[in-house]
């Protein structure tokens, strides 16, 4: 694995923006969860109807619990890489501050 590099703030600002990416999704499924409410029901309460009222909760609900995991799933990302982010940051500072005090024990 020669070459590898690892951006720490790279990490760290990917982290945030997949981080944000799940809030603005968050915030558009209650936005489309509010708008799909406030159609109601319009296919009726006839027997056609409540067939079709009953197909559409749930699939509605299978989709919406498939959104919520993706959502989590994105949320959880950008945690785990801001958190990688700043331990890499806080190795590399313990490996400078290393390095600093050994030049400076052999007099450089």
């Known amino acids: ?10 990490l760290g600002g990917s982290g945030r923006a ?4 799940a809030s603005r999704l968050g915030e558009a499924l209650t936005a489309f969860r509010a708008e ?3 159609f109601g029901r319009p296919w009726g309460s006839d027997d ?3 067939l079709i009222g009953a197909a559409h ?10 959104f919520d995991t993706a959502l989590a799933e994105i949320a959880a990302a950008g945690t785990d890489l801001t958190g990688m982010g700043e331990r890499y940051a806080a190795v590399e500072t313990t490996i400078r501050q ?4 050994l030049r400076q024990g052999l007099g450089g």
């Not at 694995?1 to 790279?10: N, Q, S």
């Not at 290393?98 to 005090?101: L, Q, T």
Request: negative net charge.
């Open 1 to 10: 694995m020669t070459g590898l590099r690892v951006d720490p703030d790279g």
């Open 18 to 21: 997949l981080e944000d990416v």
């Open 36 to 38: 799909l409410a406030g």
């Open 48 to 50: 056609v109807g409540s």
């Open 57 to 66: 909760d749930e699939v509605s609900a299978f989709a919406f619990e498939c």
């Open 98 to 101: 290393g390095f600093d005090g």
